[in-house]
């Protein structure tokens, strides 16, 4: 079983910028894809940002591609989101989650096993 702890969220202005953490139990972290979600209030989970196990393959949701930047470091067994440019759009509850091991990236939620608590960003217009 995979433990996952998201944390770096906050209330920031429009136009700012912040970093996502979430902290990785388990052996198996290296072999796996994470993902990060969003869900807005009153609205479905949303794709932002997918990355393979040896971090070499990326892949964000075209709506954020060039403001938002995922990465891992398998040392700390941690998965990082960075956000640049930040709008009120962005607002809404970030979750980290992660696939089994071996498997390819996904855009899919459903596709994920293990899904972290959830971080709250909140931008201000």
């Known amino acids: 079983q995979v433990q996952l702890v998201e944390s770096g969220g906050g209330l920031v202005q429009a136009g700012g910028s912040l970093r996502l953490s979430c902290a990785a139990s388990?052996?198996?972290?290296?072999?796996?894809?994470m993902g990060w979600f969003r869900q807005a209030p009153g609205k479905e989970r949303e794709f932002v940002a997918t990355?393979?196990?040896?971090?070499?393959?990326?892949y964000a949701a075209d709506s954020l591609k060039g403001r938002f930047t995922i990465s891992r470091d398998n040392a700390k067994n941690t998965l990082y989101l960075q956000m640049n440019s930040l709008k009120p759009e962005d607002t809404a509850v970030y979750y980290c989650?992660?696939?089994?091991?071996?498997?390819?990236?996904?855009?899919?939620?459903?596709?994920?096993?293990?899904w972290g608590q959830g971080t709250q960003v909140t931008v201000s217009s």
């Open positions: 989650a992660v696939r089994s091991p071996g498997l390819v990236l996904s855009t899919v939620a459903a596709a994920y096993e293990y």
């Open positions: 990355i393979s196990g040896r971090g070499d393959i990326t």
């Open positions: 388990g052996r198996t972290f290296s072999t796996r894809v």
